[in-house]
């Protein structure tokens, strides 16, 4: 091996290394035969098993639910809580399993965006109730139906609400009958979702008594016997009713018929401050 002297310093010059080699990266693994949930996961890599533990996910988590009213009888329905695994924990659980272990995800709850206490401190804009004067069983189905389809619905500031966005065609599929409304030719006729518009001129009349701003609105052909003439809002495929929230707050609704099915209530509430 050659030597160099240098300003007194000694130099190697031979196939020597001056600092170690690098030692190769230790692949962290799972134990041979774990299982979680059933699925085998034994002897894959911790970004395996991390794949894994993903799609574990989409099946395993709980959504919350907000809480909000019922539609028949406006009551507050608590909300429930969610759960969602824990990735890195269960992952964490996984690999410090010794073979043949079963292990059980690592499961995290939370808490939905709207709870009870925040819509016992909500103040209400503005109300409005109609009688239900025409009780056959189609038209009671369609505007309970369309009850549910509008209540808790969420308009946050300068936010748009399109009633039949909220509502959806009216079809027999989606549980829709048929019941009485006006014909083009402005007498009644059997048609699918008879009594929507009960919903619609509702809340219709409880967005005025809370000073929103109405976007579009149309009239029925002809007068109807559950509110003043003037202050109905028909709605179908090329008719909408639609409002913006004007205010700061968020607004939610809160659209419910009695137990007995005598009267429809529209109600519109400003949530408290985050």
């Not at 189609?138 to 509502?167: C, D, H, M, W, Y």
């Not at 009644?188 to 008594?209: F, H, I, P, R, W």
Request: aromatic share 6%.
């Amino acid at each position: 091996m050659a030597i160099l002297l240098i300003c007194g310093l000694q130099l190697s010059t031979g196939c020597g290394l001056n600092s170690p080699a690098p030692k190769p990266q230790q692949v962290r693994q799972v134990a041979e035969d774990v299982t979680i949930e059933g699925l085998p996961v034994g002897n894959l890599t911790a970004e395996e098993a991390g794949r894994v533990l993903n799609n574990l996910a989409e099946v395993k988590d709980v959504p919350a639910v907000n809480a909000g009213y019922d539609p028949v009888g406006g009551q507050v329905v608590p909300e429930r809580p969610g759960q969602r695994i824990n990735v890195p924990d269960t992952l964490s659980a996984l690999l410090a399993a010794p073979a043949g272990s079963s292990i059980k995800p690592v499961y995290q709850p939370f808490r939905p965006e709207i709870t009870r206490d925040i819509l016992l401190k909500s103040h209400r804009l503005g109300s409005f109730t109609t009688p239900i004067l025409d009780r056959s069983p189609g038209r009671t189905v369609n505007i309970r139906l369309t009850a549910k389809l509008t209540n808790n619905s969420l308009i946050a500031p300068g936010q748009e609400f399109s009633f039949n966005n909220a509502t959806g065609e009216p079809t027999s599929a989606r549980g829709f009958q048929k019941a009485a409304v006006f014909g083009d030719n402005g007498e009644k006729e059997e048609g699918l979702g008879g009594g929507m518009c009960q919903v619609s001129s509702t809340l219709y009349n409880a967005v005025l008594a809370a000073g929103l701003n109405v976007t579009e609105r149309h009239p029925h052909s002809q007068p109807v016997n559950y509110v003043a003439p003037g202050k109905d809002a028909t709605t179908y495929t090329d008719k909408d009713f639609r409002f913006v929230n004007n205010t700061r707050r968020r607004i939610i609704t809160r659209i419910f018929t009695d137990g007995a099915d005598t009267e429809l209530t529209a109600e519109l509430w400003a949530l408290p401050d985050e």
